[in-house]
């Protein structure tokens, strides 16, 4: 398994950039975790301005209420000028919402060993910033028999950010 690029520096005159950078490269180490283990566990990591970092990991079936009150406590505690999330989610075919119909969208779980595939695990990571910066990488999961690879992971942000009309 390939090594995961180097860890980047924080720069101060840069926090944005930074965070971004930080969020690529744990998206690199989420990926390799999940091909080595087979899951991953949700885990919420705090960036402060001044690039320091802590984390959270909770385990699977963790209570959903418990886990929130833990994350809204260490945000208040740390006052973050972004979070990283780690977690596997499932995403659903855009054909089962009708008001998506006239939309051109591609869902990413068209290429899974089962094309007509309604619904697709897949391995999310997902960056905010204080200033509102959003990004995510979304890996889906591809299962050949009984080993489990990660499709390239494609990158949302929001459309304002990628001059779309």
């Known amino acids: 398994m390939p090594s995961p690029i180097a860890q980047p520096e924080w720069n101060q005159s840069d926090k944005e950039g930074s965070l971004e950078r930080y969020a690529d490269w744990l998206n690199q180490i989420a990926r390799m975790s999940f091909l080595k283990e087979g899951h991953h566990p949700q885990m919420f990591i705090f960036f402060t301005g001044q ?3 802590e984390g ?4 699977d079936g963790f209570p959903q209420k ?3 009150g833990v994350v809204f406590r260490e945000a208040a505690r740390i ?3 972004g979070t990283i999330q780690i977690l596997m989610i499932k995403i659903y075919d855009p054909k089962l919402f009708p008001e ?3 939309q051109n969208v591609r869902f990413v779980g068209s290429d899974d060993s089962n094309p ?3 619904k697709r695990d897949c391995l999310m990571v997902r960056m905010e910033s204080r200033t509102g910066r959003v990004k995510q990488w979304i890996n889906p999961v591809v299962k050949e028999g009984a080993c489990l690879k990660l499709g390239d992971a494609v ?3 929001p459309a304002e950010d990628a001059d779309c009309d």
């Open 56 to 59: 959270c990991q909770f385990r």
């Open 51 to 53: 690039g320091e970092i």
């Open 116 to 118: 007509k595939a309604l």
């Open 100 to 102: 998506l119909k006239h």
């Open 79 to 81: 006052n973050p000028f």
């Open 155 to 157: 990158d949302t942000y």
């Open 66 to 68: 418990q886990r929130d």
